[in-house]
């Protein structure tokens, strides 16, 4: 076995975790909902269980109303927010008739207005403080001015120290919201009608050409942007300001303003001149030539991939994105279990890896549904890594795209304890975190998440305020998840949160890597030199070497800083695999050296009566140390009949 995988993984006991896996009514301590309409009863129509007789359920079944429109299959209601029902256009026009004004523009105040004006105001701050100092080194009056002075460098010190890492926070703010994402819209919005107006006659080489050129346009094109729009706030801007600045509310919020675009414009232009040059002149994706005949003489390692399984928390719920075109409730989750302890007995499997979007809402009810799930295989359980997708911390209403919460809102912060539990109960005591102070890995993520427990439980049950700021940074601490090789040589795991801050429903679907967890990813690798890895996440870190449908399919689900996070993992070419989900599509290939394999989703492309597949992908190291991939083993989930 590849991986270290020993003994239960939980933090829950046993018994705890077996309780998950009875029926609702035992967990109630009933019996299950008798329905004469729905329940068949014996071969003659009655169910002496239930006491009712063969001919009076006869009776019955004739007295019964026929349905007109049987709920179990859902309605229109169902396919509110679905992408296959629905158009982008008309979704865009559901959204603008139910979205919130008043809402929005206080969301576009905390997220925009307040970074921008903290950001604008810092460079006046700064300069007046350095010239309060000046006047007083420069007064006759030495001994009071050195007391004074003392006074304004430790104020400045302290207060001055934590004012601008705030306008520091406020500029990655600034660029995480609207200038990286607008560099990659461009980009993919170029690269899009490009593609559609040439690929006809165009060879995969003229293609990755006419991508790289696509890249070089767009960086153009935003640095023309910034630059005139530096241009234009320029006249308006001011770097030091007066008394009489002060005084005037108005002027002085004008200047703050006109700093802020200047300094974001400032840094666009320069920034897009250097990711263009970079994205250009990195490889471009390509699908994989050929998969490892054999598994040689290395050590191999096989490892079930699912992802995007959008557990729901009905019986017969239907998903977001597919609505009716989709499956309903979570049989089919059951049944690919089911069929994976029958391999895993045959031939033993190493890992089983959800890349994300475990959940269609991040609710509780479809959290309990998944863990009851698990617990119905616990020699599975013991294997199963879990990192957090889209669905599973950023959807805010299933039913409504146009619904949004402010950054004061409890929701999300919910949405990510329940992603915390989850993991704490089912991997908690295998991973391990990174401890950025010491440059190493260190102790296990339920040792991490130990002291904020009590917080957590307390937070899900009151939502208080108080507790949102320990549990902000709790979330940014523990990613990435690690889970170290079995010995030095060994396959390692690390587990990646790529999902972007957002509150509106619409935009659930973008993603980012932080640069701390880029660090991170670095740090375990330096502690493990001679180890392979897979790298685990939600999103796509490249557009694949394929003509899109759609524009919307670039940029509204993209991993926005992909390019460079596939340039920073260069240095781990050969030795990394980065598997990820999110699009709903298998594809295998490689960028830069680096193997990139997405699962395809066992339950969002299919209805009830069609089948759907995984795999199981099996990694081998060859002669040259490099980490291979085996021919995958395709997994069908066969449909249900008369579904």
Known sequence: MGASATASASLLPPTELTRFAKHPAERRGGDAIYNPLFNSGNARGGDPAHGIPCRDADNLRRRSMTLIVDPRRGDIEDDASSTKRRSLLSLVGSLLGEISLPRLAVAWILLLAIPGLILGAAPIVASTWVRMISQKIMSPFAGICILLLAVIVTFGWFGGRRFFRLAESSFWSLHSLAVQPGYAACREGLRHLAERLLSSRATAAQLARLRAATTVAAGLVVCGLAALALMIAWPSSRWAAGISDFASPHRLAIMVLANCVVLVASYLAAAALVWTI??????????LDEFQVGPGAGRTWRIAHLSDIHVVGERYGFRIESGRSGPRGNERLRQALQQLEVIDGNDPLDAILITGDVTDAGRSAEWAEFLDALASHPRLAERVLVLP?????????????????????????????????????????????????????????????????????????????????????????????????????GLGFILLNSNADTHFSFTNALGIITVE???????AAAQFPRACWVIALHHHPVEYPRVAKTLAER?????????????????????????????????????????????????MEATDDQASYFYIQTLAVGTDRHLKLLHPQRITVEGQRGA
């Open 278 to 287: 970079a994205d250009a002149m990195m490889a471009q994706p390509r699908d």
């Open 555 to 603: 940029i509204g689900t993209a991993l926005i800083n992909g390019k460079w996070f596939v340039r920073r993992l260069r240095p781990l070419a050969g030795r990394a695999v980065l598997m990820h989900g999110h699009r709903h599509i298998d594809w295998i290939g490689e960028c830069a050296g680096l193997l990139i394999v997405s699962a395809p989703s066992p339950v």
């Open 517 to 523: 967890q880029a660090r991170g990813i670095e740090t």
């Open 389 to 489: 997708g889209n669905h599973d911390v950023n959807i805010v209403d299933r039913a409504n795209p146009a619904r949004l919460h402010l950054p004061t809102s409890p929701n999300r912060r919910l949405r990510r304890i329940r992603v915390l539990s989850a993991i704490g109960a089912i991997q908690g005591q295998r991973v391990r975190v990174v401890d950025r102070a010491r440059g190493r890995l260190g102790g296990s993520f339920a040792e991490a998440l130990e002291p904020h427990l009590g917080e957590m439980a307390a937070f899900s049950d009151t939502g208080r305020p108080r507790a949102s700021r320990a549990l902000t940074e709790l979330w940014t601490k523990v990613f990435p998840m690690v889970l170290p090789p079995d010995r030095d040589d």
